[in-house]
T-cell receptor, first 115, second 113 residues
Framework: DTAVSQTPKYLVTQMGNDKSIKCEQN?????MYWYKQDSKKFLKIMFS???????INETVPNRFSPKSPDKAHLNLHINSLELGDSAVYFC??????????????FGPGTRLLVL | QKEVEQDPGPLSVPEGAIVSLNCTYS??????FMWYRQYSRKGPELLMY????GNKEDGRFTAQVDKSSKYISLFIRDSQPSDSATYLC?????????????FGKGTLLTVNP
């Protein structure tokens, strides 16, 4: 009974392709996030959404476009994939998104490899 | 200089040892401090949260924050093989609706039976 799930778990693709990663949470949380963890293990926020509204948009190339069809889902679409996009992408959610003390629940990650 | 510095290790200890994990930071506005544990091929999970300075204890885990030195620590007593994971510190300067967590690189810990 996974709280935050992501599909696919692994994604191997060629440079220049377009791909999507899906995230769903069944915790009833209002806020969802996308993080990128690079090869050096740095975990960095990319986006956050609260009730389908974009809250945080870090300095991410506009090839990355998040979409939240409802508050339980936050998908990430990546256009024109580049080698440097290879990383593990984590989706997370938190109850309200208000307050740094609030627990963020992470999904298992999507391992993206761009060849 | 990165905002949050954390020695990536790896750190290898025998079972039962006391483990000390540390982060330093440069942003004096950070007030919220967290430790996340990440098992191999899994997402991070929140272990401890501390606001401002002081200590917090939870079972075998103790988190310490020294804001004057911009230094935070996580101590694990009586370490177990199940504690083998990467430990990430995280911090934030703001507690409102658009706060961001800034993570350290993580320290890879192995506890040997």
């Amino acid at each position: 009974d996974t709280a935050v799930s992501q599909t696919p778990k692994y994604l191997v693709t060629q440079m220049g392709n377009d791909k999507s990663i899906k995230c769903e949470q069944n915790l009833g949380h209002d806020t969802m996030y996308w993080y990128k963890q690079d090869s050096k293990k740095f975990l960095k926020i990319m986006f956050s959404y609260n009730n389908k509204e974009l809250i945080i948009n870090e300095t991410v190339p506009n090839r990355f476009s998040p979409k939240s069809p409802d508050k339980a889902h936050l998908n990430l679409h990546i256009n024109s994939l580049e080698l440097g996009d290879s990383a593990v992408y984590f989706c997370a959610s938190s109850l309200t998104g208000v307050g740094a003390q609030e627990t963020q629940y992470f999904g298992p990650g999507t391992r993206l490899l761009v060849l | 200089q990165k905002e949050v510095e954390q020695d990536p290790g790896p750190l290898s200890v025998p079972e039962g040892a006391i483990v000390s994990l540390n982060c330093t930071y440069s942003n004096s506005a950070f007030q919220y401090f967290m430790w996340y544990r990440q098992y191999s091929r899994k997402g991070p999970e929140l272990l401890m949260y501390t606001y401002s300075s002081g200590n917090k204890e939870d079972g075998r885990f103790t988190a310490q924050v020294d804001k004057s030195s911009k230094y935070i620590s996580l101590f694990i007593r009586d370490s177990q093989p199940s504690d083998s994971a990467t430990y990430l510190c995280a911090m934030s300067s703001y507690g409102g609706s658009n706060y961001k967590l800034t993570f350290g690189k993580g320290t890879l810990l192995t506890v040997n039976p």
